[in-house]
């Protein structure tokens, strides 16, 4: 499974941006794969941000993001989405998307997630 994370950029505070998730290679139907997206800052840790799972067609999001950023998926077109409005200076990182079949873990963790993306850049302007 390869995926590929698009859609960074700069952007002034108060701004908007989508990333776009693309999947590939996948043996699975894309429907049944816990789309998640995290993000790391310089110096920081990588943390979750959001998830999309079909296991309760539930969404989970970081209280640091609920209210501003959501997370779609498109199962036709094997692509996940974050769409993210309202955004801070606190936002910039790389943003990276991330895969697993199921749920085998808890949805927030990194070691849940058996793929990763490359990365798209953030940059929030002050």
């Known amino acids: 499974v390869q995926l590929q994370a698009s859609g960074g950029g700069l952007v002034q505070a108060g701004g908007s941006l989508r990333l776009a998730c693309a999947a590939s290679?996948?043996?699975?139907?894309?429907?049944?794969?816990?789309m998640g997206w995290f993000r790391q800052a310089p110096g920081k840790e990588r943390e979750f941000v959001a998830a999309?799972?079909?296991?309760?067609?539930?969404?989970y999001y970081a209280d640091s993001v609920k209210g501003r950023f959501t997370i779609s998926r498109d199962n036709a077109k094997n692509t996940a989405y974050l769409e993210m409005n309202s955004l801070k200076p606190d936002d910039m990182a790389v943003y990276y998307c991330?895969?697993?079949?199921?749920?085998?873990?808890?949805?927030?963790?990194?070691?849940?997630?058996?793929?990763w993306g490359q990365g798209t850049l953030v940059t929030v302007s002050s």
């Open positions: 991330a895969a697993v079949w199921g749920l085998p873990g808890p949805v927030v963790g990194r070691a849940t997630y058996r793929y």
């Open positions: 999309s799972s079909l296991i309760g067609g539930i969404t």
């Open positions: 290679g996948l043996s699975l139907s894309f429907s049944g794969y816990t």
